[in-house]
């Protein structure tokens, strides 16, 4: 089989970081920045950036109506930071959730911690190094949503059915297990169609 198609959005933000990991990880990686790049997509993931900036691309674009598709018809996708926000109810309305903006503070509140991610770095797997930029958390959900990490009890990490976000940048750390995961929802999809 061939590797899978995995797109990045790429109006903004870290996207070469992630589309590295792609690759390394065996994807084929196409940056997206016009609705024509969505097609024949496995996966996307939206990295992150400026959320404000990125809707901001998404409206000049035509992006928004597509990414929605892209999400109803069952296509995986990875959140990061920023990516998680574009995902959320008050964005693109893709997840049953709602990200507050900034939670841990601006620019110099930035950090980086220790994490035990579900089904990611559960015992005795090490802890999962999570990179906090300006970053966001899951300030509410719908019951669908399976949290996966937490920081002073508030989500940081969740999945909802083949769609996965993190608050942190995993593309930062040499860690790959977030976009394996992802990856894991991919392959999972392909199974089932090629069946």
Same mark, same amino acid.
């Given at each position: 089989?061939?590797?899978? #198609?995995?797109?990045?959005?790429? #109006? ?32 996307? +993931? ?23 598709? #892209? ?45 035990? +991610? ?45 769609? +996965? ?6 593309? #930062? ?23």
């Amino acid at each position: 089989m061939p590797p899978p #198609l995995i797109g990045v959005l790429a #109006l903004q933000g870290d996207f070469e970081a992630h589309a590295t990991v792609l690759r390394r990880l065996g994807a084929d990686v196409r940056e997206v920045r016009v609705p024509a790049d969505l097609a024949g997509l496995e996966g996307l +993931v939206v990295p992150g950036g400026e959320s404000t900036t990125m809707t901001l691309g998404i409206e000049r674009e035509g992006l928004a109506q597509p990414l929605r598709d #892209l999400a109803a018809g069952g296509t995986p996708l990875l959140g990061s930071c920023a990516g998680l926000i574009m995902l959320d109810r008050e964005h693109l309305r893709v997840m049953d959730m709602r990200a507050e903006r900034n939670a841990f503070g601006r620019q110099t509140r930035s950090f980086e911690a220790d994490l035990e +991610v579900a089904g990611v770095s559960d015992p005795p797997a090490r802890p999962l190094r999570g990179v906090f930029i300006r970053a966001p958390w899951i300030a509410e959900h719908g019951p669908g949503m399976e949290v996966l990490a937490e920081i002073d009890g508030h989500p940081v990490a969740a999945r909802e059915g083949n769609k +996965v976000v993190v608050a942190f940048h995993t593309e #930062l750390t040499g860690d790959d297990r977030v976009h394996e995961l992802f990856l894991a929802a991919v392959a999972c999809r392909r199974a089932g169609a090629s069946s």
